[in-house]
Antibody, heavy 122, light 108 residues
Framework: QLQLQESGPGLVKPSETLSLTCTVS??????????WGWIRQPPGKGLEWIGS???????YYNPSLKSRLTISVDTSKNQFSLKLSSVTAADTAVYYC??????????????WGRGTLVTVSS | DIQMTQSPSSLSASVGDGVTITCRAS??????LNWYQQKPGKAPKLLIY???SLQSGVPSRFSGSGSGTDFTLTISSLQPEDFATYYC??????????FGQGTRLEIK
């Protein structure tokens, strides 16, 4: 059974860089069928797609976050990572890592991590 | 970006009722539309993809329809475990995925 697990600091200071890692177990991150991505949810609000990475390193970013965002993949560790720079309180959210099925014409998120709350505060 | 608008934002219903949630896209997206269910404190769960295809393991009381700009999620006979928040998501623009704002389904 595929599992995704987020890890990283739960508290980040304003203007610093938020860094999270997602470890994938029960499946290979190098499968050609999937993209791997990040989605966030501010407390009490809806879902926002952050960006995705393919095992080759190709990335797609939310245009509104692109200037602050880096998503990378480490196939040797079956992990992918998120770095969001210059954070503010508006970046406080539960961050989910997820698998996006891309094997056919239709794409959808079929596996999610449990999510990790990141709070931006001094 | 393609904007997704759900209605209603919330609704109340009773066990056994049928309910319909609507999602509208700001431009035509074919049938590149997915539905997710989220319970408090949990990650979302995929219910339907490609507007009407039921994800494996999802009960048949859930169904989806629509194409172009207008889509619906229908739950035919509400069960206690169905009270949750539901999100639509377009996958037409794979470079920029967007979600609806959510519909909260509460017990009456």
């Amino acid at each position: 059974q595929l599992q995704l697990q987020e890890s990283g600091p739960g508290l980040v200071k304003p203007s610093e860089t938020l860094s999270l890692t997602c470890t994938v177990s029960g499946g290979s991150i190098t499968s050609s069928t999937y993209y791997w991505g990040w989605i966030r949810q501010p407390p009490g609000k809806g879902l926002e797609w952050i960006g995705s990475v393919y095992y080759s390193g190709s990335t797609y970013y939310n245009p509104s976050l692109k200037s602050r965002l880096t998503i990378s993949v480490d196939t040797s560790k079956n992990q992918f990572s998120l770095k969001l720079s210059s954070v503010t309180a508006a970046d406080t959210a539960v961050y989910y890592c997820a698998r996006r099925h891309s094997g056919g014409a239709y794409q959808y998120v079929d596996y999610w991590g449990r999510g990790t709350l990141v709070t931006v505060s001094s | 970006d393609i904007q997704m608008t759900q209605s209603p934002s919330s609704l109340s219903a009773s066990v056994g009722d049928g309910v319909t949630i609507t999602c509208r896209a700001s431009q035509t997206i074919g049938n590149y539309l997915n539905w997710y269910q989220q319970k408090p404190g949990k990650a979302p769960k995929l219910l339907i993809y490609a507007a009407s295809s039921l994800q494996s393991g999802v009960p048949s009381r859930f169904s989806g329809s629509g194409s172009g700009t207008d889509f619906t999620l229908t739950i035919s006979s509400l069960q206690p475990e169905d009270f949750a928040t539901y999100y639509c998501q377009q996958s037409y623009s794979t470079l920029s995925i967007t979600f609806g704002q959510g519909t909260r389904l509460e017990i009456k």
